[in-house]
């Protein structure tokens, strides 16, 4: 289960998608759009050999934490996983970026008071972000070890942000659980010692051998990852960029997503789909998105076999309250493409009397 509520997060679906994956073949398992990192984790945990890729950094910092074993972290210079968590949640706090630009107490460089953490959350914040950054450089822990701390920072952050869901913007009164004071939680393992990759990277710039098995979950709304979590990307990266206003976007434009734009989403999905390379390609949809599912079949037959999958019935996701009082639910699909010649039909696979409760 992952740790974090995040748009189009499959947490609660990824046994099932990885049912329909089958076992691992002998290629990777590609999943090029990994968010939170639940259906990589879920791979590797059924054996596949795992290809973790997002645009953003922090997905891939909170996906690379999920496929972690013990041995793979064994923080020798810091006592152990256990002491580096204890020692950021006493480190010194500090008036940092997040400070300055996301806490009442800051005065951030474009004059906007912002309510996205308490001073005092905001500071713990700033202390622990530095105290990773000096560890990596005196060299106390590795690269991974970082990555481990700082996925764990992010979903610490996630849990006292003041906002309804993503970071589009911040409550105007404080949340109960923005007033709890932000503490890292040691997480679980994997058991097994997963074999994964991971890349911060365009998916259709991915290139994949052909007994890859490619697992594409894109966005399917208007909205814009890069913008929705920009402050798990600036926590994630550790920089101080210039934001600016209301919210204090960092820059995003660079990293928008062609699958947020209705008129560009079937285009791009089909191009990578049918370009990437691999003799096999599992794409999630649902009813609610851009595309039609029956338009993306029916193109993708032009290109090989394609049978869809409809998974069931979801709750929506639901930001805040009003959205889950206009609620409803949308069913998922699952549409499994095998490039080969041009079919004449879609195999329909249905099963929507199931309810899957799509977690978030
Ligand atoms: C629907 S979410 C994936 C959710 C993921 N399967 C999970 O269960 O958490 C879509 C993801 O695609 C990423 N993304 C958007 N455009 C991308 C692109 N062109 N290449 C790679 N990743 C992209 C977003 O940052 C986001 O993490």
Redesign the pocket.
């Known amino acids: 289960m992952?740790r974090l509520r995040?748009?189009?997060?499959?947490?609660r679906i990824a046994s099932v998608i990885l049912e329909h994956a089958g076992s691992p073949t002998g290629g990777r398992f590609v999943?090029?759009?990994?968010?939170?990192?639940?259906?990589s984790r879920e791979a590797a945990v059924r054996g596949w050999p795992v290809l973790a890729?997002?645009?953003?950094n922090s997905?891939v910092t909170i996906t690379l934490a999920q496929m972690l074993n013990q041995h793979d972290v064994s923080f020798e210079a810091l006592g152990g996983y256990f002491k580096a968590i204890q020692k950021l949640n006493e480190c010194k706090p500090l008036e940092g970026f997040i400070f300055r630009e996301y806490s009442p107490s800051g005065q951030s460089q474009s004059g906007h008071n912002r309510l996205y953490f308490t001073t005092e959350n905001a500071t713990k914040i700033d202390g622990a972000r530095s105290q990773i950054k000096e560890w990596v450089t005196l060299r106390l822990v590795t690269e991974v070890e970082a990555s481990l701390l700082i996925a764990d920072l992010l979903e610490a952050t996630n849990r006292v942000a003041n906002i309804a869901g993503t970071y589009g913007c911040f409550l105007s009164k404080w949340s109960p659980s923005a007033k709890r004071v932000v503490e890292l939680q040691p997480r679980k393992m994997l058991l097994n010692e997963a074999r994964f990759e991971t890349l911060c990277?365009?998916?259709?710039k991915l290139k994949v051998k052909p007994e890859d098995l490619v697992y594409l979950?894109?966005?399917?709304t208007k909205r814009q990852?890069?913008a929705y979590y920009h402050l798990l990307e600036t926590i994630a990266i550790g920089d101080s960029p210039t934001v600016g206003g209301v919210v204090g976007l960092r820059p995003w434009e660079a990293k928008a997503?062609?699958?947020c734009y209705k008129g560009k989403a079937l285009p791009a999905l089909l191009t990578l789909a049918t370009g990437i390379g691999a003799e096999r390609v599992l794409i999630?949809y649902n009813s609610q998105g851009h595309i039609q599912i029956n338009d993306l079949a029916e193109a993708l037959i032009a290109y090989g076999k394609v049978t869809l999958h409809a998974l069931g019935e979801i709750g929506r996701y639901r930001p805040n309250e009003q959205s889950a009082a206009n609620g409803g639910s949308v069913t998922e699909f699952l549409v499994e493409f095998v490039p080969g010649r041009p079919t004449k039909d879609v195999k329909v696979v249905a099963k929507p009397k199931e309810n899957l409760e799509l977690a978030l």
Request: proline residues 9%; charged residues 15%; aromatic residues 14%.
């Open positions: 992952g995040y748009i189009g997060s499959k947490a999943d090029a759009f990994c968010g939170t990192g639940v259906i890729n997002d645009t953003l997905s990277s365009d998916a259709c979950d894109p966005p399917y990852y890069a997503s062609p699958f999630s």
